[in-house]
């Protein structure tokens, strides 16, 4: 048990919240009713896993220095820095053919990303499983049959967009032209995790790049998009440099519970 432990679970437990966050603002305007509640449920899941690894966190961070923390104090009271997710989490649905800020929230940037993402995440909970640490290795065996179906979700409208119409091909290719590059971020390598490495808490992520980039490729060729050439640019959101979609996100997330804090439901 150590601070770079508590860091890396609070990394999984702030990617989890914060695209869960992000599926939530389409309830009620999904492209389709079961569309509607399926990314609802999708969320319901994130946050789901969010909550679970708040709790650990919080029981680390008592064993570590004492403190007495909630998953409450983890998600609504941290500021901005403190929240270490992939900038990938954090974007906005809206697209690089969106006009301005305000323009309609685009799917297939919704779908793009949930693909991406979950596609890591079946490599890291499937890896999880077998951690020293054995309440993570129980959320992971929870969670991986949670993703399971997130990723095949995705998948099946990845594949749709870009092998349907000429106008969702060209949306579901500048999603993925859009969000690729955020990416390289799930496989730089720090120091939290070369620690939790050593530790057996946690494998590294680059262990998974090959098998994520299989599977990607694969969605690619079914759904006849093409991959974008590869940046050099790594994001940093997970060491609390995050975009300037972050702020407004936390200021519509966290409003209620810092207007009235310690309040019960």
Known sequence: MSQDHLAYVLRLADNALILGQRNAEWCSHGPALEEDIALANISLDLIGQARLLYTHA???????????????????????????????????????????????????VTIV????????????WTALQ????????????????????????????????????????????????????????????????????DAGIAPLASEFEAAWREQVASALEEATLEAPAEVKHITTGKHGEHSEHMGYLLAEMQSLA????????
């Open 258 to 265: 810092r207007q009235h804090p310690g309040a019960s439901w």
């Open 130 to 197: 077998t951690s020293s640490d054995t309440q993570l290795a129980a959320i992971a065996a929870k969670s991986i049959k949670e993703t399971s179906y997130h990723l095949h979700h995705a998948r099946d409208w990845l594949v749709r967009f870009g092998d349907g119409t000429e106008e969702s091909h060209r949306r579901a290719q500048a999603a993925l032209d859009y969000l690729m590059p955020y990416t390289r971020e799930f496989f730089a390598t720090d120091a939290i995790e070369q620690a939790v490495a």
């Open 58 to 108: 919080a029981s680390l961070e008592a064993a570590l220095n004492g403190s007495k923390k909630t998953e409450d104090d983890y998600a609504y009271f941290r500021s901005e820095r403190e929240f270490a997710n992939y900038t990938i989490a954090e974007l906005p649905h809206f697209g690089p053919l969106a006009g301005t800020t305000r323009a309609e929230r685009d799917y297939a």
């Open 113 to 124: 990303r949930n693909f991406l993402y979950c596609a890591l995440m079946m490599e890291v």
